[in-house]
């Protein structure tokens, strides 16, 4: 098999391409180590999109992809926002994704142990690379979805909501529009109730450095659910028996969503936390089904 790998700005190449790395980080959360399939002629390039180590991304281009647009998909690891995660989480997804005629832009952030609003910023500026990137030309905007699987999916559910921050909060006041669509894999979507559950052993107080009650201004510019209604269609795909994310941060999300005047649904599997991350699951099934419609 012959794959296009380019590398820009000095980066390290084994970002996005360590699956022995992957598969470690995923046994460690109790599931199976997917591997990614990279189908021939697939090109994927390192990109930073910021001066620090962990503001890069990889993108994925599609087999002939040709010069024309494509649909697009922002793909935001999870792995509560802790530095121990990174993007190389969403190879496998990222690879499948492309083998279907999907542009994808995989990206990383820094984590919660950087100070405050440092993850946040970095996803908005993640995303805002799309319109500068090496294949800025291929976004299709009116085809682009963001993905996001755990904390990835509250940042997904977040910059989707963006255009809602308010003034002086991180990413307020976007530049570009906002996604086509939202898929977010069993997302930390309410952190206020997060903090409450001490979901992550404290990850949510660990990200905005405070509880709701001694930091309320950051849940109000952080927390998805405070964010509503963000006028992007949504699609909150999550197991029953999630024992890292309860599924009540997705149903909790698709109560407020719905009674904001949002177009949100709920997509239910048998499984866990980790299926997301593996494309034969069921799980990335039901996103695939999500992604169709930006055919």
């Known amino acids: 098999m012959t794959v296009s790998r380019r ?14 790395g992957l598969g470690a980080v ?23 999109y910021g001066d620090l180590p962990r503001q890069k991304g990889e993108w994925w281009v599609p087999p002939g992809a040709g010069t024309g647009p494509l649909p697009t998909v ?8 802790r530095g121990g995660y990174d993007l190389s989480l969403e190879d496998a997804v990222a690879a499948d994704l492309a083998s279907r005629g999907f542009l994808v832009w995989n990206v990383d952030y820094r984590p919660s142990s950087e100070p405050w609003p440092a993850t946040l910023t970095d996803a908005a500026r ?27 999916g509250h940042l997904a559910l977040w910059l989707a909501s963006r255009g809602r921050v308010p003034a002086g909060g991180p990413g307020a006041s976007p530049s570009l529009p906002p996604p086509t669509l939202c898929v977010a894999q069993a997302p930390v979507a309410g952190l206020a109730e997060g903090a409450v559950l001490g979901l992550g052993g404290g990850a949510v107080v660990a990200l905005l450095e405070g ?40 149903t909790g999300y698709l109560a407020a969503a719905t009674a904001a ?7 239910r599997f048998d499984g ?12 990335c099934a039901a996103l695939r089904d999500a992604l169709d419609g930006l055919r």
Not at 26 to 48: C, D, F, M, Q
Not at 212 to 239: E, I, K, M, N
């Open 7 to 20: 590398r820009a700005f000095g980066l390290l190449g084994a970002v996005g391409a360590s699956v022995a």
């Open 26 to 48: 995923v046994r460690s959360l109790g599931g199976p180590a997917p591997r990614a399939k990279v189908a021939e002629g697939t090109t994927r390039l390192v990109e930073a």
């Open 74 to 81: 922002v793909l935001v690891h999870g792995g509560y926002w």
């Open 126 to 152: 993640a995303f805002d690379h799309t319109a500068s990137g090496a294949y800025a030309a291929q976004v299709d905007r009116d085809r682009l979805a963001v993905v996001g699987h755990s904390a990835g």
């Open 211 to 250: 509880t709701p009650a001694s930091v309320p201004d950051r849940y109000a510019a952080a927390d998805p659910t405070a964010l509503l209604p963000s006028g992007v269609r949504s699609v909150l795909v999550h197991a029953d028996g999630d024992d890292l994310v309860p599924i009540g941060q997705s």
């Open 261 to 267: 005047g949002d177009d949100c649904r709920l997509v």
């Open 272 to 283: 866990g936390h980790v299926e997301h991350l593996d494309p034969a699951s069921s799980a």
